[in-house]
T-cell receptor, first 112, second 110 residues
């Protein structure tokens, strides 16, 4: 158990809908990262927050947004969902920005 | 832009047959190189961090080494439970995220 908690574990929704994925980092970790993993792709970095502030942005679509709250948990919002958004979404946390990151068990999103 | 290439894509070993996985990287000022293990449908599990060329880390049957352009994950006398995808990632200067390779899928046959 990495100490990073993601909910829900599975999510099935229809095209055009909006969903929210939730992540609680390890106790004491200030950085939260979001990654997307599709079948044929590696882990694609989406966005990073550090102590409530956005620190880095990767290949995140405009339909996607995220935030980190004062209690350090984070949410990833995915809207106007398309079939191609079906993937595993992982949250990871670390103490700072250059140390090892610990991953949650992921949310498997299926868009039908 | 940081880049990570892992080889081979897949590797089948007999139980007890030692081998190495390769991770080649291009990064502007390496802050750290990370190895993870990922089981199907699960989150990556942290294994090692290496910070500078010449550094080595060991854990059970795994040993990670680092040069200026690549890292190796050596697996000694593997067991079936070592079967997983092994991921390599780097963090470069001026970049706060980890850039991952596509991984090596290791299968250890009894």
């Amino acid at each position: 158990d990495s100490g990073v908690t993601q909910t829900p574990k599975h999510l099935i929704t229809a095209t055009g809908q909006r969903v929210t994925l939730r992540c609680s980092p390890r106790s004491g970790d200030l950085s939260v990262y979001w990654y997307q993993q599709s079948l044929d792709q590696g882990l694609q970095f989406l966005i990073q927050y550090y102590n409530g502030e956005e620190r880095a942005k990767g290949n995140i679509l405009e339909r996607f947004s995220a935030q980190q709250f004062p209690d350090l948990h984070s949410e990833l919002n995915l809207s106007s969902l398309e079939l191609g958004d079906s993937a595993l979404y992982f949250c990871a946390s670390s103490v700072g920005g250059v140390t090892e990151a610990f991953f949650g068990q992921g949310t498997r999103l299926t868009v039908v | 832009e940081d880049q990570v290439t892992q080889s081979p894509e897949a590797l089948r070993l007999q139980e007890g047959e030692s081998s190495s996985l390769n991770c080649s990287y291009t990064v502007s000022g390496l802050r750290g190189l990370f190895w993870y293990r990922q089981d199907p449908g699960k989150g990556p599990e942290f294994l090692f961090t290496l910070y500078s060329a010449g550094e080595e880390k060991e854990k059970e049957r795994l040993k990670a080494t680092l040069t200026k352009k690549e890292s190796f994950l050596h697996i000694t006398a593997p067991k079936p439970e070592d079967s997983a995808t092994y991921l390599c990632a780097v963090s470069g200067a001026g970049s706060y995220q980890l850039t991952f390779g596509k991984g090596t899928k290791l299968s250890v046959i009894p």
